[in-house]
């Protein structure tokens, strides 16, 4: 089993929806989880991290946390095609401070 | 606003030579990273390093790799002998706590 398991994708949106992307992960001691946003070529940027179950919001950015499932998603309203990019999705385990990734789910928003 | 840099952008080197890429931290970040990531696949943690001292490795970082903080500011990591699956994306990274790290902008590394 897969530490960060992501939807390769691609997921296609038009400009203007909501964009769902998902994460699910191994380690039950997983505390942190961060997403980051990669264009091709480019280094991962961090968008947003959680650290409790539930929702956390960042402008047109959601994210949600579910411990139980060990699911981990983002949300983006309002999709724009400069949100086009592979998304990352990074868990910090419990007793390390590394960052375990996902191989990232590609987003095309079409105008 | 203060950003992890890199240098160089891109080293293309010969098998078997020894290779350092360089990076400086945010300057009021105590923990830093190395990852790396093979074209087309995802990024993987190589080491951090907190304290003057490497505080975790991957099963990656072997005897062939080496990290330093030889100055205030800056953070290497050193190839002894590269080797040609050592060609991929190297990135730096720094956090001002354990979390929430920061990617430089990488070096991409081709051995021939």
């Known amino acids: 089993q897969k530490e960060v398991e992501q939807n390769s994708g691609p997921l296609s949106v038009p400009e203007g929806a909501i964009a769902s992307l998902n994460c699910t992960y191994s380690?039950?001691?997983?505390?942190?989880f961060f997403w980051y946003r990669q264009y091709s070529g480019k280094s991962p940027e961090l968008i947003m991290f959680i650290y409790s179950n539930g929702d956390k919001e960042d402008g047109r950015f959601t994210a949600q946390l579910n411990k139980a499932s060990q699911y981990v998603s983002l949300l983006i309203r309002d999709s724009q095609p400069s949100d086009s990019a592979t998304y990352l999705c990074a868990v910090n385990k419990e007793y390390g401070n590394k960052l375990v990734f996902g191989a990232g789910t590609i987003l095309r928003v079409k105008s | 606003e203060p950003e992890v840099t890199q240098t160089p952008s891109h080293q293309v080197t010969q098998m078997g030579q020894e290779v350092i890429l360089r990076c400086v931290p945010i300057?009021?970040?105590?923990?830093f990273y190395w990852y790396r990531q093979i074209l087309g696949q995802k990024v993987e943690f190589l080491v951090s390093f907190y304290n003057n001292e490497i505080s975790e490795k991957s099963e990656i970082f072997d005897d062939q790799f080496s990290v330093e903080r030889p100055d205030g500011s800056n953070f290497t990591l050193k190839i002894r002998s590269t080797k040609l699956e050592d060609s991929a994306m190297y990135f730096c990274?720094?956090?001002?706590?354990?979390?929430?790290?920061?990617f430089g902008p990488g070096t991409r590394l081709l051995v021939l």
């Open positions: 990274a720094s956090s001002e706590q354990v979390e929430t790290q920061y």
């Open positions: 300057s009021n970040h105590l923990y």
């Open positions: 380690d039950r001691g997983s505390q942190s």
